[in-house]
């Protein structure tokens, strides 16, 4: 093995370990913010002109483009899965042509108001096109799927370890469900394309 493949190696089962700690961590971050909008969690600091859960919003879009990452040196997880689970193309692709839409206007939205900011309201607007472009209902159930197309595959994960508490057939109705639902959101020939590019 040369030495570059040696790190490759290396580099992929400490990248899977990365994502699902982060992958946690926008589960956290979305258990907070539902459970805020839910009224289950009340924030001790709860100000009308400038509710918690905007900010948990936020954070939790911008930490969504932090999994989906399009860049040689970024956490994707699309990349990641197929690396991983290469017979779950057809999920992984449905889920992905959801995300694709708005991944780039999601990036600038990270850039410029999620977490690194911006030094003036046109330069700040950039981000904010991201709504303006794409309804929020169709990111949060792109979000959503992405969700479940995660906890589906670690479950996938876990059973071929032999220590998963789901079935081979729930694992694969549950996968086969996230498929089904993505696909809803898009047209057939989009994810076909995505399948067909990978």
Known sequence: MVRGEEQMA????EEMGIFAERYMN???????????????????????EWPPHITTMLMLYGYFYSLI????????????WREQFP?????????????????????????????????????????????????????WNAMKNFKSLAAAL??????EQGIG???KEQVRNWLDSVAKCARQNVPVSTVAAIAGTT
């Open 154 to 159: 670690f479950a996938h994960d876990l059973l």
């Open 10 to 13: 290396t580099q992929k089962p």
């Open 69 to 80: 990452e399009d860049s040689e040196d970024g956490l994707n997880g699309f990349r990641i």
């Open 26 to 48: 926008f589960l956290n971050l979305w258990t907070i913010y539902n459970d805020m909008l839910s009224g289950r969690y009340v924030p001790s600091l709860n100000d009308d």
């Open 87 to 139: 017979s779950e193309e057809a999920a992984i692709a449905a889920v992905e042509a959801q995300v694709i839409p708005f991944r780039d206007r999601l990036r600038i939205f990270r850039n410029r108001v999620g977490f690194h900011g911006s030094r003036t309201r046109a330069h700040e607007s950039a981000g904010l096109d991201l709504f303006a472009q794409h309804s929020g209902t169709d990111i």
């Open 165 to 167: 508490k789901h079935t």
